[in-house]
């Protein structure tokens, strides 16, 4: 089984560039996307019902902002778009979507914001996140979590932390936190194959053509809970997809 997670900076847009025909090409199981900018009534049947594959959506309450959705060609056994705190279900930032197997979360963390004034939602959130991961672990699932968590971890997680130490995205607590998440059980499924390696992004900046130059972030990330690592065959960035800021990630699963 292949999963992939992309966040497309805009759905409509990204359905311009050629986005149907890659989902057709690469063809996934699961294709999680972040940040669609929409609202469902506002796509093309193409978006909404392409070959093969059930799709589902969650928009937030600002139109143009946010959203998550999922295309999978096997119907979920539940589906919730909430991690149980209005300020966090508001915004269209969740889509958890239980598979049997796993349950499947494709999450679009926040930003911190300009001038990191967003940093206390997004650690409330952080929080309110791992409550609910956690509370479906001691049901005794397995969990597959994937999306951009708008944080770089460690130092080779992007091109230049030294400059970046006072931004977020790169704050100590930001950081922390993931480490925090890790140490709870959850793997984050890159490292696990690429412990070391740096120069592995995931987000460029559109403004300073950062991509050309790949002076980078990894924003985008699979986890999953320590008991199910052994079922992830490999965890690989298709950092030559073009389309968006981002490119997508993805997992393979025996």
Request: include cysteine; glycine fraction near 8%.
């Amino acid at each position: 089984m292949k999963i992939i997670s992309w966040n497309v900076n805009g759905i409509r847009a990204i359905e311009k560039k050629g986005f149907l025909g890659w989902l057709n090409k690469e063809n996934p199981d699961i294709l999680c996307v972040q940040e669609t900018k929409c609202h469902p009534e506002q796509l093309t049947d193409n978006l909404l019902k392409p070959n093969q594959y059930k799709t589902f959506w969650s928009a937030g309450e600002k139109k143009g902002y946010s959203g998550v959705a999922v295309f999978a060609k096997k119907e979920p056994e539940n589906i919730s778009t909430k991690i149980g705190k209005k300020e966090f279900d508001c915004e269209g930032r969740n889509l958890i979507l239980d598979f049997g197997e796993f349950v499947l979360f494709n999450i679009y963390f926040p930003n911190g914001g300009a001038g990191n004034k967003r940093v206390p939602y997004k650690m409330k959130f952080y929080d309110q996140f791992l409550k609910v991961v956690k509370s479906f672990q001691k049901k005794g699932k397995n969990v597959v979590i994937c999306g951009d968590v708008n944080t770089a971890h460690t130092e080779i997680d992007l091109a230049r932390p030294k400059n970046n130490q006072e931004n977020t995205g790169f704050l100590p607590e930001e950081r922390a936190w993931i480490t925090k998440f890790t140490k709870e059980g959850y793997v984050d499924t890159f490292r696990q194959f690429y412990p070391h390696e740096s120069g592995h992004y995931t987000y460029w900046d559109y403004k300073t053509a950062a991509r050309t130059r790949n002076v980078g972030w990894r924003l985008d990330y699979f986890f999953v809970n320590e008991e199910f690592l052994p079922k992830v065959k490999s965890s690989f960035i298709f950092k030559d997809v073009l389309g968006s800021d981002h490119c997508p990630i993805g997992i393979e699963i025996k």
